[in-house]
């Protein structure tokens, strides 16, 4: 069957990052009725990791939290072929409304900046993933994951994607889809992904593209971006690769072009290895109201 298993570890693991010894751990068990998992992930705050797992579970989850700071809502259940995971960490306990206020006005005060969730998926499984962080910092290294579709919203947290041992996506990804508000997101070695789409939105903080590590593309990627007041970096791949842009912008934004990309039209750009007959060229449309976009070239 099933199960979400709640193990209270007394002796504790150390952090790897030199936090406090985690104190529980949330496992959730291989089911043989199970092929495809869709993980559901809110951090309202504190410092959060996802990594592939050397273990046979489908989900384990290692923490320093205290119960009685936090509360924890989880729930699982199996539709057809997939398992559905939600997981809800660091929601407020009971406090007074002065406190309440204080944390979301002023925030540095309230903010744990020791307390970590440490995430590790199965490689063998194909995942849906839906990340949502509040405050404080996440790392995401999809290596060698099955990853079929990505989502991530970032309210003020700092959040690092990336592909640590250079192994790329198992499975073909549908959509890469992030989201900015007030945060940062970075979001290197996106070649190794195998999305068809990405799709980024930033509000009023930043993002940072990265496809500087692209010899080859492996699906026709398609970028999609909307920047309101942020910041949107992208740095691109090696100049044998076919890249095509085209900006709907303002007066009020700012746009900073690479030296490889050479105006063919109005709000259109491509490089050197772009032509009409190209059929996998790398695609940017964005749309720029009151921000910035910077396209950087690999050298």
Excluded at 4 to 11: A, G, M, Q
Excluded at 115 to 122: G, I, M, N, S
Excluded at 153 to 180: E, P
Excluded at 183 to 209: C, E, P
């Amino acid at each position: 069957m099933f199960r979400i298993i709640l193990l209270i570890i007394l002796s504790g693991l150390a952090g790897a990052v030199g936090f406090a010894q985690a104190k529980k751990q949330f496992t959730v068990e291989k089911n043989g009725q199970c092929k495809k998992v869709e993980f559901s992930l809110k951090a309202k705050t504190g410092n959060c990791f996802i990594r592939p797992s050397q273990g046979d579970e489908l989900l384990n989850v290692y923490s320093n939290q205290d119960l009685e700071d936090y509360a924890h809502s989880f729930s699982n259940e199996i539709i057809g072929e997939t398992c559905r995971v939600k997981i809800s960490l660091d929601r407020e306990s009971q406090r007074g409304v002065g406190r309440k206020i204080s944390h979301h006005v002023f925030g540095s005060e309230e903010i744990p900046a020791g307390k970590f969730w440490k995430v590790y998926l199965a490689e063998d499984t194909p995942y849906i993933l839906d990340l949502d962080y509040g405050l404080g910092n996440a790392n995401v290294d999809l290596a060698g994951l099955a990853i079929s579709k990505l989502k991530i919203n970032t309210g003020s947290a700092d959040v690092n994607v990336s592909y640590s041992s250079d192994t790329q996506n198992k499975v073909d990804m549908d959509t890469f889809y992030i989201k900015v508000d007030m945060g940062s997101l970075i979001a290197r070695q996106l070649n190794l992904t195998r999305s068809k789409f990405v799709l980024a939105d930033v509000g009023f903080g930043n993002m940072l593209l990265d496809f500087s590590d692209s010899q080859t593309i492996g699906m026709a990627h398609q970028i999609k971006g909307s920047v309101g007041a942020g910041n949107l970096i992208i740095h691109l791949p090696g100049k044998e690769i076919p890249v095509i842009v085209r900006i709907a912008d303002s007066w009020l934004c700012s746009v900073r072009l690479s030296q490889s990309l050479k105006k063919i039209s109005d709000n259109t750009f491509t490089n050197e290895a772009y032509n009409k007959s190209t059929k996998d060229a790398l695609t940017f449309d964005l749309d720029v109201s009151m921000g910035k976009i910077i396209f950087k070239d690999r050298d």
